[in-house]
Nanobody, 127 residues
Framework: QVQLAESGGGLVQPGGSLRLSCAAS????????IGWFRQAPGKEREGVSF????????YYADSVKGRFTISRDNDNNTVYLQMNSLTAEDTAVYYC????????????????????WGQGTQVTVSS
C-alpha cells in the first residue's frame, strides 16, 4: 500500500521559515510525481509545488515562487518543502500528494492527477 507520511508543520511568526517533510512508501520516488497542495478555511485547494526528478521537472505556484523550494532525498524516499519569508496568507493545511506512475509529461496543480494523499499538516503564520 502506498502511504505518505507528513511532518514539520507548526506555528511560526511572519517572516519566519518552516520545512515540511513527506516520507513515501510503496513506490520509488524517482519514478513518480510528488509535491504539495494547501487549503485554508474558506478557500479552494491550491497546488503549491511539485517535482518529477526523472525529467528534471519542477512546478511552483506564482504565490510561492522565490520563497519556497522543493527537494527530495532518494536514500530516504522523502520530499521536502522549505518555506521562507512566510506570511499570514500561507496559513493552511498542507497536503503531500503523489502520482505513482505518471503516463505523460504533465506536472502541475490538477488535483485529480494525484492518486495518493497524506493526512495533512497544519501551518499557522501569526504574530
Amino acid at each position: 500500500q502506498v502511504q505518505l507520511a507528513e511532518s514539520g508543520g507548526g506555528l511560526v511568526q511572519p517572516g519566519g521559515s518552516l520545512r515540511l517533510s513527506c516520507a513515501a512508501s510503496g513506490f520509488t520516488l524517482d519514478r513518480g510525481v510528488i509535491g504539495w497542495f494547501r487549503q485554508a478555511p474558506g478557500k479552494e485547494r491550491e497546488g503549491v509545488s511539485f517535482i518529477k526528478t526523472s525529467r528534471n521537472m519542477r512546478y511552483y505556484a506564482d504565490s510561492v515562487k522565490g520563497r519556497f523550494t522543493i527537494s527530495r532525498d532518494n536514500d530516504n524516499n522523502t520530499v521536502y518543502l522549505q518555506m521562507n519569508s512566510l506570511t499570514a496568507e500561507d496559513t493552511a493545511v498542507y497536503y503531500c500528494a503523489a502520482n505513482r506512475r505518471p503516463g505523460g509529461g504533465y506536472i502541475g496543480p490538477l488535483s485529480n492527477y494525484y492518486d495518493y494523499w497524506g493526512q495533512g499538516t497544519q501551518v499557522t503564520v501569526s504574530s
